[in-house]
C-alpha cells in the first residue's frame, strides 16, 4: 500500500510539471523578455523537466540501468524488434485513418521528422536532442513507468497510460473535436504498446531506447521501405 501511495505521488507529480511545463513555461518566460533564441529557450525548459523527473525516478531509472548493462545484448535485440513493431503499427494505424478520414477531409500525418534532410546547426542540434533524447523520456518515465508502478496488470496499466498520454497530447495542441478524436489514435497505440514492453521486462531503459529509435529512424523507414 506504501509503495502504492509513493506511485501515485510520483506520477500526479510528474504530471503536473508536464502540464505546467507545456501550458505556461513559455508565458513565464516572455515576462521576463529574455534575449535568447526560442530554440536555446525551450531546449533549457526541457533540460529542467527531465532532470526533475529523473529524480522523481530515480530509483527506477537506476534499476533499470543495471538490468540493461548486465543484458546488453538481449536488450538490444528486444528493442529493435520492439521498435519494428511500433513502425507497423503506425503504419496500419495511419492506413486505417487514411481509409475513415479521407471522405470528411479529415489528414492525420505521421508526425515523424526526416533529421537526416536537414542542414546541422546548433538550433538543428538543439532540436535533435530534445526530440530523441528528452521527449522520449519524458514520455517513457512518465507514462510506461508511471503508471506501471501504480497498477500492477498488464492491461489496466497499458489502457489508462495510453489514454492519458493520448488526452495530454491533444489537449496542448489546436484540433476540432473530431480531428481529436482521430489523432488520439496513434499515440494511445503507441504508449500502449510501450508500456507493455516495460510490464515485460520491468527496464526503462529498453522502453526509452526503443521510443528514441522510433522518433529518430521512423520518416526513414517509411519513407523509404513502406
Excluded at 502540464?19 to 516572455?30: D, G, R, S
Excluded at 536555446?40 to 527506477?60: A, M, S
Aim: aromatic share 18%; glycine share 4%.
Amino acid at each position: 500500500m506504501k509503495n502504492k501511495i509513493g506511485g501515485i505521488v510520483q506520477l500526479a507529480l510528474s504530471i503536473l510539471i508536464f502540464v505546467l511545463f507545456h501550458f505556461f513555461y513559455f508565458k513565464l518566460i516572455n515576462l521576463f523578455n529574455l534575449k535568447l533564441s526560442k530554440e536555446i529557450v525551450t531546449f533549457i525548459g526541457y533540460l529542467i523537466v527531465c532532470i526533475i523527473i529523473f529524480v522523481i525516478y530515480y530509483r527506477n531509472i537506476k534499476a533499470g540501468q543495471h538490468k540493461f548493462k548486465s543484458t546488453l545484448l538481449n536488450s538490444v535485440v528486444y528493442s529493435i524488434a520492439c521498435f519494428a513493431v511500433l513502425i507497423v503499427a503506425t503504419v496500419l494505424i495511419h492506413k486505417f485513418l487514411e481509409y475513415l478520414g479521407t471522405p470528411k477531409g479529415i489528414n492525420v500525418d505521421y508526425n515523424f521528422t526526416n533529421y537526416f534532410d536537414k542542414p546541422f546547426n546548433l538550433s538543428s542540434a538543439l532540436n535533435l536532442i530534445e526530440d530523441i533524447i528528452f521527449k522520449p523520456f519524458l514520455l517513457c518515465v512518465i507514462f510506461p513507468l508511471g503508471f506501471s508502478n501504480i497498477f500492477k496488470g498488464t492491461k489496466t496499466s497499458m489502457i489508462i497510460s495510453g489514454s492519458a498520454y493520448a488526452l495530454l497530447t491533444v489537449l496542448y495542441s489546436h484540433y476540432t473535436i473530431e480531428g481529436a478524436i482521430y489523432a488520439l489514435l496513434t499515440p494511445f497505440v503507441i504508449v500502449m504498446l510501450l508500456t507493455y514492453l516495460y510490464k515485460t521486462n520491468n527496464n526503462i531503459w529498453t522502453c526509452f531506447i526503443t521510443y528514441c529509435m522510433y522518433v529518430l529512424f521512423g520518416t526513414f523507414l517509411i519513407q523509404y521501405f513502406i
